[in-house]
């Protein structure tokens, strides 16, 4: 089910709504209901790089003439876990690699927010989650607030799960893992007196992974099943119609 074109003009107007919802969200929908447009709305409404544009991208929308005050002021890392080798073997390097990829073109496009000692250092540290933590701990100390999209969350877990087994899948989410560390990072990052991670949106098409490597998402509210949020992807009694039929 795709998002139709009737759905694009209005879907601005349910950013005041997340907001209010809170800053650590998590959304989940079936595949191909406009989750990865709506973070391209996100990422182009908060991103202090587009600032600028506001008016330009926005034009002709809802938000357009009605901003709200988070409107251009994160720094925006992206990633999107669809891109991640979901073999067994491979998954851990894969994520790593991908991950610091993201980041790297993060401290390329906001290089200006950065000492060029601070860059160093970030760029030298061995796994992305050493260079969250130091990225989440420079943010606070010179006030920069920044802004985490994650699509596909659940992508090479569910496939790992389907292809490879309950097992291997067991393996990935419990105990000490890469995955459930990543997500401890964030949390960290979310809390206490050095956060500097002011919003957190998350996607998926299941809360499992989540409940796993998180044991649920207790730094901050899953809206999946509020009816408020129904029509900001397309999920109106139509389509659901249509998408249980087919």
């Known amino acids: ?15 005041p709504l997340i907001e209010a919802a809170g800053r650590y969200l998590f959304l989940i929908r079936p595949r191909r209901f406009g989750k990865s447009l709506w973070l391209s709305v996100l990422e182009s ?32 890392l ?6 991640v080798n979901p073999d067994p073997e491979k998954v851990e390097d894969s994520f790593e690699i991908y991950c610091q990829g993201v980041f790297e073109e993060f401290l390329s496009k906001y290089e200006y927010a950065f000492t060029p000692e601070i860059l160093s250092k970030l760029t030298s540290l061995p796994t992305i989650t050493d260079r969250l933590n130091r990225l989440f701990a420079y ?27 309950q097992k291997a899948y067991h393996d990935l989410t419990h105990g000490a893992g890469f995955l459930r560390h990543f997500f401890n990072v964030l949390k960290a990052g979310t809390t206490g007196s050095g956060s500097s991670l002011a919003r957190l949106f998350i996607t998926g ?19 999946s099943l509020e009816p408020k949020f129904d029509e900001m992807l397309g999920f109106t009694i139509l389509s659901s119609w249509i998408f249980l039929w087919n």
Not at 1 to 14: C, D, G, I, N
Not at 145 to 159: P, V, W
């Open 1 to 15: 089910m795709t998002t139709t074109m009737w759905t694009k003009p209005v879907l601005s107007r349910f950013i």
């Open 45 to 76: 409404y908060y991103d202090i790089a587009k600032k600028d544009r506001f008016r330009e991208i926005f034009k002709g929308t809802w938000i357009g003439e009605n901003p709200t005050e988070d409107q251009g002021v994160y720094l925006i």
């Open 78 to 83: 992206r990633f999107n876990f669809s891109a």
């Open 139 to 165: 943010g606070f100390s010179h006030n920069l607030s920044l802004c985490i999209l994650i699509d596909e969350y659940d992508n090479f877990t569910n496939t790992i799960l389907s292809v490879h087994g």
């Open 205 to 223: 098409v299941s809360p499992v992974t989540m409940d796993d490597v998180t044991s649920g998402f207790n730094i901050g509210r899953n809206i």
